[in-house]
């Protein structure tokens, strides 16, 4: 493994961001480069013990910092950035969740303008067991305590917009951001189309685990320490065709879509499945457009942040033997990363 | 099993119906009834080959034919009718599927219009082998055939609609309809609160299987021949506190909801979701909320139908040991089914 | 005026209706009959002070009565129903108002659900000043009142849906029904198609006056006496291409659409607009979007009701001269109106 | 009026600007300050005949340029900008308009995804006559040419964002930006929430006149030379307790929102014009509630942009004699544009 390119990205506070696009890269990184990198928590940290309401002690526009961004040797407008997660681990032995006025999905917030007053805000710490694999839900007000898996992932992971946009941090959309899907986990790949040179990504948010949709606006929030391995994709990928973040698994593809309403995030992503599946198969569009309809899933990323996302995933075995994502770009990206797991 | 009621409804084709609501019953029985039904497939039988265009072979209101209305004694408004889906089993050694002009996700339609012409009209024709437990995707214009698993269920259940409503069986709402979510598969316990006496159930759309969305507009649609248990819930059911249907199976607890836009269908899923697991454990609402929000799934029904549908689903051991549902309602019908089965 | 038909019909409160379909006629009326009509407003006459709170004196579903259904002869589907309105007087000096749980823009509803306490049920009285032609607001907690011009208006007016449907009386749709647009008001002609024999016309819900979007959810509301002349256009009218209602005023023409989300019923309606407009002209479809783009209206109806409704509106000055609507029919029926008025 | 401070600000074409945020103010300004500018059309004067395709002639995201930003002295964060539209006149005697390939509300669009083909791309140029006052509509295909009157107004205008953020000027939100509303044009005053030292306004995107909804993509798109009136209200303004922006004419209080879907847009904006309404009377906001309820207007602005516009409108006579927006700055700014047009 003397071949494996491995730098750390500890950002100190300062060095935090809350937006994709605008900021200078804090490092540039080979294609191929193993990242061993730490991300703070959506709260920045700040929010410990259910006396720290979020409203209190946390300040707008301070607000789910990103690690990044990094920029990538070569990356140029028409490539595509594959990031592959190794590892997400939670930096802490607890994490925390909460309301917030005005976000979430059974509230009325900015966008959804109403004249209710806001639902109470209350924070809920859960007791973090890296070690049994669990974090503990404890009712704040009687009833079961349960305890859930850790599956840990990042809610927010993209780079530097189109066009010269910058994007709250808290933005899921084509560039990525916020898209807050649980399926950003540990063992996929996720393709990104490059917008600007070097690409830029950034990652935080990361979340011990989340149920799809995110129904109160927040998961239970961590600090992580994470492993990517960044690598580049010359013209010809997924952006060539449809500059939508796409998802790869040992066993499924995946499409995102992030707008409004939760229906046109739905269009997206199915739309962007249906031309993926075209062109790895030689499928006609409306072949291909049938075989999703029969065989696809479409759970819900978010809907709660300032766009919501929808995912569309198709089981790999369902587009035959010799369909083949970016030239195998997951499978090597696998290896690497098994490469580096062996050795640490 | 000789307690077991058992009967027999395999309509005639001029007692199909096209609606919930207005129609007279079909038949009147017992709780607790087993009712072996045969259901046809959503173009009527008439889509048999590719030449059949649905569009032309089809006439509106002709579409979606239903099985039922089936009676329940002594259920009144008020009560919830319990109804176990036993088995589903295709009918015919084929099933089809189709583009349907202005009807789909990703296309204009009749709601979300627009000056383009429909996409062309094709219809797929499916091999089932029920040994085999597949169908065959044959693409109309190259490319690899893919064989799926059969996973059989019911696009259309439902009741009577409250308030002397008639809605085309195409419709899902809080009455159930063409929900078109592939969690009504048997081994499930769907609950419909009943608006009318009798309550009024009818059943079709069997599908062989379907994506989560149902992007094109169809399924894999086939005739069905089909067994459930009907049972009825005196009060203080599901419908006495959220009249939308809910389905039950051995590990998930499912709250639908059925409108426009797909963000009002996901919130009231995830609505009846919390209530439903705050009254079963005692937790406070905002409780319940947080607990969702980290364990809940959240996959499209259909964005196609008149109505939009989200289903809400949470692991039943998310809840706690002393969690139980309607007095164990689906664990009697489950054993009910065995007995059914085991005797068949 | 001898050559004018003229009926009355005031419905007993047990022959007032909560639904469009299913009822049968009250009255047969030949094509180009006047009927003076009584309706009682939204509420069934029960709320008549600021204690009668609306979810305390009226019991679902008997909500938004109207009176019909106005069987048309010789109407078939296919044809369209011609309703030119003469008059809308308000029947009492009284009119009232009303925040009701759970309804309206700005609150949580049962389909934008959340998990908010209702806003506060108020009721405002209205005094009318049928003289004056003014209502008077006055703010229940202080501030100054206002007097608002009357200009009454029917919220509800349609005909029985296509394929056997029965829809409450608060929906609109293609049938038409409870759209709640200012537009409806006397000297307008409106049109719908006939989805059943007799066509079936039923109305309601009189407004003093409403603002677009209803955004309370309730206008100003008063049981009306009011005068129609009720004709039948044979084929190829508006349903023959566009099943959506219509509106003709002296200087405008106006498409509806009533669905969700409100961009939907935005493009049901400028759908509509383009299509109507381009019969009337001769123009090219392209042609008839680029002209509305630039010369068309697009105020809200409701965003309120279990649809919601977009009016699209033409300035008929911007046809041409040559553009004519149904032969004529309004003007022919502004005649009739006319002799009508200088006989009463 | 020696007491008038005149400036000029007529960009080259380096000088004009894509975004809101990010860019450095071209000039700085005193409150008070009458500047005269130039405009360029949404095409950047590109397309001047049928055959100058917008696909084809312009480049992303070089689309819809904006003049500006003008810093104004002492503005800060929690200040309001005040904007007096004083005239908008047509700098060519032609303008354009076009489809353009996945835009528009009846089109398949990039969020609104779907399998259709695009559109034909289609340009229309119009004739301005100024001295008559009309633009005049020459169908591609036949059928009567329609002279329209000119009403100009700006599509675009708006100030930096907040948060760092940095939105292509295509997209409306908080901060202004591509509206699209008619109610833009000269007479009014318009007010924004300063969100960055300078407030930093830009402007553009100039129609000889749009309809509402601007449905096709595009209005009579024209350069214009236009003169404002840049004012400042230092604290305790709109954006104090609302940051959208907001629009006064002689006759008529404006509150705007833009974001999807459609609904929310409306909700949005009539909930800042429940609040402006009951801050301006005293009401309480249900009594305010009710008022605009009955007395408001809501016309659509645009449904076709990155987020959709709608705007809420009171008359203000409904709202009391002792009713004054910012202690006069309508009528202050009135005066001030009275006084430069007379001695122009």
Redesign the interface.
Known sequence: MSDLDVVQLAPTPEQLR??F??AEPLITVRPGTVVELATEDCFGGRVRSAEDLPSQVCE??YLNPVTGPIAVEGAEPGDTLAVHLVDIAPARDWAV?A?FPHFG????T????????P??E?V?VYEVDRDRGTCL?R????????E?PLDPMHGTIGVAP???????SITPGAHGGNMDTPEMRAGTTAYFGVNVPGGLLSLGDGHC????????????EAAMRTVVVVDLIKGGGPAATQPWPRIESDEFLMST?S??????A???S???L?TWAAEL???????A????????????GN?VDTN?T?VAKLAKR?????AVVADGTHDRLRSTASAYLSQR
């Open positions: 809350y937006t696009g605008a707008f526009p969740s309301t999905a059974l509230t009325a900015h966008s959804t303008a109403m004249l209710h007053e639902l109470e209350v809920w839900f009712p704040r007000r009687g009833g079961p305590e349960i859930l189109a066009g010269g946009e910058v994007f709250a685990r989340q149920g799809e949709g995110e129904v109160c606006g927040t998961a239970v879509g707008t409004r309403p939760l229906e046109d739905y269009r997206v199915q739309h962007d249906v198969t030689g499928w006609d569009s409306l072949d457009y049938q075989l999703v309809s029969q065989a696809g899933l479409a759970p819900a809907v919501y929808m369902f587009l035959g033997r010799d």
